[in-house]
Structures are given as C-alpha cells and as structure tokens.
C-alpha cells in the first residue's frame, strides 16, 4: 500500500463514522418510524449560556465558524472597532491583543516581520501564515511565502489568531494563521461617505476616505489610502498607497455572491543595516544610500456562499494575485568609503491562482461536519541584473543579467473534521487533512560569481496531517481545550535550489515539521471578565536558520531540532460592567497578556548545538494596556515588553570593530497612547504617540547589521463623514 492510500485511511473512516452516525439518526426520525421511545428526564435551569457566549465571542471566534471548527483550537480575536485608530500600521498597536506574536520592526513599510513561540525569523513572517479574508497574503503560499503587503488598519474589522490547529484549517506552517478581517458595510447602512487625514512627525501624512452602502440586495465598499513618511534616516522615506473594492450580491436569503478586490502599492528607501558598533556611534547613519524597494500587489477574489436546507451549507472562493517585488541594492558602505561600483536590480514577480471550497453538514445535537479542497498554483520568475547606474531605474534592464530562473509550484489539499457533541458538555474534534506540494526551479542564467551548473529541480512531496481536539463546557461561561496538531513548512524555491550557492544539494532535506500540544481553560465566568490561560509543547523539526555570505547573499542552514514549551496567559477585565455606567455605552478596559517561553535545541549534526536556545526565542512576551471607551471618546495607552533574545541559533556575537555584532538583542518596553475623539457626529479628531518614552532601540538583525526601530513619532488629524 502507498503511503497516500496508507494516510487516506483516516479520511475515510472519518467520512464513514459521520455517514453512519448521520443515517442512524435519520432512521431513527425517519417517516417510516413509530416506534415509542422513553426520552430521559431533562431539568431546565436558569442559567442564560447565551450572555456567556456573547461575552466570549468578544475574545475568540465561534466555536464553529462558517465551515471552520475552531472549538478546541485556542483562538484571540481584536475586534479594532473596540480601540483608537492605528495610524501607519503600528503592528505593536494592531497585534497589542494578540498574545505572543512577536513584531522584529523595521522602518520600510514593504516587509512585516513576525514570529510566534520560537519558531520563526525577522525574514518577512516566513513561519506565520497570514491571510486576509481566508487567502492566504504571501508571495507565492507555498514556495516563497514572505510577507511584503499588509493592508491599511483602517480596512479591517478584526484580526484571529489561530494556534495548533491553523494548518488543519487553511494550510502549510507550524505557527499559527493570523487572519484579517476586511471591514464590510452593516446591514441597513445608507449611502455613506467619510475621508480620513492624518498628519505627523518626520514628514508624517495619512489619508483614508470611503464610500459604502448596504440597502436592499446589493452592497458595496470602496477605499482609498495613501501613507507618506520622510523616515527616520536618510534614504528612508516611504509612500504607501492601498485601494479595495468590495461588491455583494444577495439574491435571497439562502445564497450571496460577492467580488473583492485589493490593490496595494509600497515604495521606499532602503537606508541600510548598522552594525552593533555603528548603532552605538549614530543610529541615524546611512550604509547604502542608493537602495530602494518597491512592492506591488493585486488581487481579486470571487466567493459564494450558499445554504442548500437540510443542514447543508457552502462556501467557496477562487482568486487571482499578482505581486511584483523590486529592490536596487549595492554594497554597504561605511561613511568614509568611496561608493560602490555597480549596484543589483532585482524583480520577483508571482501570478498565483487559488480556490478553496468548503461544505459543512449540521447533524444531530449541535454536531457539525466539515469537508473541502484548496487548489493552488503559482508561476514566479526570478531575475537580476547588474548595472553600473547606483540610481538605475526599476523598470531600466539594460544592465547585464546575471540571473535568470523560472520557478513554479502546485498545491493540493483534502481535509475534514467533525466536532462531536457528547453527553456532559463534552466536545471531541478529529481532523485529517491530505496534502500534496510541487516546487520547480529551472535556470537559464547563474550569478557570475559561482561555478555550479545550472539548476533544474523538482521537488514533489505528499504530507498527511492529523490533528485531535477535546473540551469541556463547565461552570458559568467556562471551558476547557485540549488540541494536538501537526503542521509543516512547506519546500521553497530557496531550499531546493539556493540560487546564491555553489552547494548542490540536489533534492532538498528533510522537511520541517512540528507537532503542536496545548491544553489550557477560558471563558467570562462573571460580567467584564474574560481569561485564557494554556500551557504548549511544541516539537519542530529540522529548523533552518538564514546565513548570510555576503552583503546580500543568503544560504540556508539546517541546524536541528527545536523544542518550545511555555505558559501563554490572557486576562480582560472592563472596570464599568457591573455598574451603570455599561449601559451608557461606557467602558474602562484593561488587559494584560504574557508569553512565557523555554525553548532549546534537543538535537543538531552541529557540534555544540544541543541545549542552545533558538534565535528570536524571548522568555517572555509581555504585552498590556488600558483603554476607555463611549459613544464619543476611544482613549488607549498600550505597553509592549520583550525579554532579550539571540538572533542566531549558534548564540555567538559576530565580527569585531565595526562589524561587531553581540550575541544578543538587548531586552525593551515601548509604549504607545492613542486617541479618537467623536466631537459631533460628522466630525472625529485623531491624536496619539507611537513610543512615547522615545525608546532606542532594536529587534531585527542579520549578520549583517541590525536595522533600528523607530523613536517617538506623533500624529494628530481629524476625520469626516456623511
């Protein structure tokens, strides 16, 4: 037997217990039926478990989600309603209710680096799925998944995080998903209009403005954006330009169609990294004064959601993306060097088509069964040229090609689960999920300065995934979760076929893997409180580590095995729910939530290895804040706090003089205060302060340099509607 006919035994077994459970109850209630039965006495309290779920639904997403079951999964959702505006897409304030999601921040708004429980990079959020509405944001999902686009805050409703399970649900990668959520208009919403502008330090200007209606069966959405900043360096200025489309049509109430387009633009200066030495001298200091980075990315998505009656419901999506990726990169210099003598123009384009389709089949006592398919493909060309012009234009390929590749992947997946409601409140959730990856890259050009061959490899690989939930409901709004799953990082264009090496591996290594264990207990037992409190195990192997062995040139290191364990804790609590002052829409919230993690390595071919904690692997993730809220005011003061990390897996400082790198990244706190004030209803005034105390700082950094974060920066602005 094949190993795929072996992993699709449990598919089928998971099919068949539903299939029988289903026809027993059927039969059971059938019109042919008259047999008399015995029901058992049922005691009705009470206890109103609707106000419960209402309470929790503000924390974490529905137990069954559409057709995503997420009972079991640990899940956090921000509504971002509920807190003041985020100008500039400040992830610190954006993911300040996420627990342990750490941002490696960087003043260039075209890269957005995150990492979670010490599996991860500063290498644009490698190892975190990120999704919007569901579709996956990368470049190419599977063979380059870097993230190089985020959407404008202002566009989205929420953002989820989804632990252990996410690769059971949408797909490839050992951490979790973090899915946002794009704004829609409300049901009833008239024809409304509102812009939105922001002005603020070092050249700061936002502007947003939206046109929406919801009335009858037709809804519609449209935005604009555009952020400019001068940047805390020279070279480091940005423009950052977004516009979305949203059409929805409702013929009735079973069934809508919807089409959603988004556009996203980002150009800015690339300042350079800074050696430890350097930073130290003058953080403000320019190493490549030439480099720029431009990011374009279109998307366009068709989806259809439909209730077919007898408990039978669909969701399906197909999309389309393009995404465009242009650096012009030369050697670092110090400030005393002459300039360098030519410079690296560099364009990775990715057209990737998708479709995810979803049923779900509601059964029984509060069962449900879900079952779907993803399709996906991407073609990627990756080229470079080198041309003496340091300021050559992106578009300019009169310089000489020094790389020219051809790299193509395909993705197919199968998955079900079933939640089973059982006696005492008691819920078990088996899932399986069948992958299949294909990764291609064909050369027709090789970097001068390498001797190998021309690369032409092909990778393809079959994974079986299997996850197991179990909870329990207990108490008043409480509920334990337990949830095992394991997950995988896909093969990528770099790993079979590192283009700046003369290593030739000739098909990649093993693949990395991890299994995901979490068992913890949340719920708003009392009005205003909500908690969350687990404990994980993570297993992850065969890490890789990005090495650098030039000022832009990268090699991928496998340096062993990695076990993550720790305590994640999450705690809500409004100060007015038990007074008056709650039903006047008043609120004073404050949160805390912490990420207490112990992770090493437990295995390495690397001598020395075993025992080393893992790169960007901080003992604690401390994130916290207060706000106050009513119908006219939305008043938040936020606090980040990272312990200090190394950010290399050997745990060694590099280089010496002004290369100097220490082995690791100093320990900080940042806070931010933000503010909307809703003078009347047309008119909203906007102020806040992004690392008030000025903190100087760092979180990313390469062997070849770090890159500061940003010092304190003020806004304030004012927004109109009608």
Known sequence: MSPLRRAALPLALLLSLVSLSVSAQEDDQGPGSHKATNLPTVNVHGEDWRKYLKAKLQYQMPEVDGPKITVTKKTTVTHLENQPTVIGNNLNQTLARTPGVLVSEQPTPTQFNLSYRGIGNPQEAEYVLVMQDGIPMEGDWIGFPTLYAFPLTQSLSQVQLIRGGSSLLYGPEPAPVINLVSKRPALGTPLTVSTENVVGQRGLFSNYNVIERNQGAWAFRADAGYVHSDGTRGNDGSQNRQADLYLAYKPDEHQQWWLDFHAISAVSGDPGRLSYTLWQRDPRTVTTPYNHDWANRDQLVLGHTHDFGHRWSLEAKLWFTYQDLVSRAAKAQLPDQLPPASTTLQDEAFRTYGTDVRLRKNWGQGNAFTIGAVLFHGSDPFRQWSSPDLTVARDDRAGKQILNQRRSTQYASVFAENVFRLPHRIHIVPSVRLERERVAVDETTRPPFLSRPL??????????????????????????????????????????????????????AQLSKSVSWEAGVHGAPV????????????????????????????????????????????????????????????HLEAFVNASLLNARFTASRIAGQIGKTPAFSPDYLLKTGITWRNERVKLSLTAVSSAAQYWQDSNQAYGSGLTYMPARIPAYTVVDVASDWQLNPSLRLLAGVSNLGDRRYFDRVWQNGLEPAVGRTWYTGFAVSY
């Open 527 to 586: 009005a205003g409180l909500y908690y969350d409190v687990s404990v994980f195990w993570i297993n992850f192997r065969n890490r890789l580590e990005t090495q650098y062995i030039n000022a832009i040139d990268t090699v991928y290191v496998n340096t062993g095995d990695t076990r993550s364990r720790g305590l994640e804790a999450q705690f809500d609590y409004d100060f007015f729910a038990l007074t008056d002052y709650a039903t006047q829409g008043e």
């Open 455 to 508: 690369i032409h490899e092909a990778d393809t690989r079959h994974m079986p995934l299997f996850g197991l939930g179990l909870g329990n409901d207990f108490g008043h709004g409480n509920e334990t979760y337990f949830n095992v799953s394991q997950g995988w990082r896909p093969l990528r264009f770099f790993d079979i076929a590192p283009p700046f090496s003369n290593l030739m591996q000739g098909h990649a």
